[in-house]
């Protein structure tokens, strides 16, 4: 259990590790390379090592040397041969998603598992789309959920339609192994993209490994067959995500925060946009070409559809308990398809010290100055639950969170960091 000490000063440097969304996708974009690829400054955490450990089990060599990754690529071939395997990914849903196209390229049969919170968590769409492009794959259970099993032999091609409205990874994951395809690959989104950032850092990162995507907005998207990702060096800057603790802390303090390896006027990561529900909270925000500092003020409540930024919603919800009046969020129904039902959990341990939050069905919202006490909180098994305690937790005393370790899966450094901020001095990351 993590006691989260109270703070009422802070002016802090703090340095971001890098990106999960980023290091997931270039080690992907490395093993289907032909050739060697460095991969300087990647995130080593729980999600990020399900995903390198699955590749390795395909046959892909992947070496860590300090903060490099060393990727030996196969040209989008894996395997001696006909391999058979099981595919062990916990409840990384970005490693099981993003691979499972992945996989498909492949000559064997794999059976693609997880913990019991991922058998929950929907692929359906991902499988159909894959079935439409002449993949044997199916759901062992019927259900549009793991397990999954795959008769891989290649994916033939064609155009397909994917559901937009769940997650963005099922398009990523057909983007990625899309070049390998026999023929051209076309896909045309049903529905609205939820998360449709994500699908931007993944084209970004293709692009920079070699590979074109032709686009239409977020409507339709295809792949020529054909192309080669290249093999080199790959920078992976500080992750968006992991950094919007850190600006949180200094709005619900009033002080101030600067997160270094975060190129706000570069980066194609979609939470870099949570400074601006900040600012628009109220916040004083200053960009620099790899810093972002910010400046607590009085909070104000808002209404702001985060459809494209989930991930921001708990810290979003930490921040809001601070404010005057209300803050609405709106169109993340998705939410309730991570690594907990986001929605419910921030619902129930929001009030279980005081907050008045209600619940909507793809929402939330969440009436600032209510007066809080600290008492044990449970994250969910849910890694950004647990960070966004820790942001309520420097103004409300007696906060105890459980199962801290939890924020193993995205950002291992995180409690290092925190308490590294607490004493204002810069750490060099993990």
Known sequence: MKEISRLSKLRAIVRIPG???????????????????????FLECEDTLYTINALR??????????????????????????LRKELYLGNSGTSFRLLLSVVALCRGEFFMT?????LSRPVGSLVSALNQLGVDVSCVKGNGCPPVLIKAKGIPGGRIFVEGDQSSQYLSSLLLSGPYADTDIEIEVKGQLVSRPYVDITINV???FGIRVERDNYDSFKISSGQKYRAGEFAIQGDASSA????????VTGEQVTTENIYPHATRQGDI??????????????????????????????????????????????????????TIIRNVLHLRHKESDRL??????????????????????????????????????????AMSLAVVGLRVPNLEVRDQHCVNKSFPAFWGLWNSMREGIIHPGS
Not at 25 to 31: D, K, L, P
Not at 57 to 82: A, D, H, Y
Not at 293 to 304: D, M, P, Q
């Open 344 to 385: 419910q959990a921030l619902a129930t341990e929001w009030s279980r010290i005081g907050g008045q939050i209600e619940e909507l069905p793809d929402g939330l919202i969440i009436h600032g100055g209510a007066p809080l006490s600290g008492t044990d909180v449970y994250p969910h098994d849910d890694h950004r639950l």
């Open 244 to 251: 919007s603790y850190f600006w949180a802390a200094a709005a």
């Open 19 to 41: 990106s999960k969304s980023i290091t997931h996708r270039a080690v992907i974009a490395a093993t289907l390379a032909d050739g060697k690829s460095m991969l300087k400054d």
């Open 57 to 82: 089990e395909i046959g892909v060599k992947i070496t860590i040397k300090g903060g490099e990754l060393i990727v030996e690529g196969r040209g989008g071939k894996f395997g001696p041969g006909s």
């Open 206 to 208: 293709m692009k920079q």
């Open 114 to 118: 997880g913990i019991e919170r991922m």
């Open 273 to 326: 946009r949570f400074l601006e529900v900040l600012g628009e909270m109220g916040c004083s925000i200053e960009k620099g070409s790899d810093r972002v500092a910010v400046r607590g003020r009085n909070l104000s409540g808002i209404e702001v559809d985060m459809s494209d930024l989930p991930d921001m919603v708990p810290t979003l919800a930490a921040v809001a308990l601070f404010a005057r009046e209300k």
